[in-house]
Nanobody, 125 residues
Framework: QVHLVESGGGSVQPGGSLQLSCVAS????????IGWWRQAPGKEREEVSC????????YYADSLKGRFTVSRDNAKNTAYLQMSTLKPEDTGVYFC??????????????????WGKGTQVTVSS
């Protein structure tokens, strides 16, 4: 079992940057592919990015390529999502989770995957 906690959210102006962290406890990050998701008010949750557990394979939603960067430090049991050139439409709650699959074309999760509780990101002038 793994427990995930996100942090790093906040309020920024358009064009600003934030780095989110996802800290794992329990079995540790090494055993898991990690996905990032977000949910805007009144909208369904959407995938953002993922990073594989070992070979560094990453995936980004098309609309986010070039602005977001996912990384991980297994020694610190932490995954990161660096977000740059933020836009108001990036506003939402950002979640990390374990995912059973992370490829360059997408990611997949099951009911058995673990989720954090999310961190709020607000982009507004």
């Amino acid at each position: 079992q793994v427990h995930l906690v996100e942090s790093g959210g906040g309020s920024v102006q358009p064009g600003g940057s934030l780095q989110l962290s996802c800290v794992a406890s329990g079995w540790g990050l090494t055993n898991w592919h990690i996905g990032w998701w977000r949910q805007a008010p009144g909208k369904e949750r959407e995938e953002v990015s993922c990073i594989s557990k070992s070979d560094g394979t990453t995936y980004y939603a098309d609309s986010l390529k070039g602005r977001f960067t996912v990384s991980r430090d297994n020694a610190k049991n932490t995954a990161y999502l660096q977000m740059s050139t933020l836009k108001p439409e990036d506003t939402g709650v950002y979640f990390c989770s374990t995912v059973y699959q992370c490829t360059t074309r997408g990611m997949g999760f099951t009911p058995h995957d673990y989720w954090g509780k999310g961190t709020q990101v607000t982009v507004s002038s």
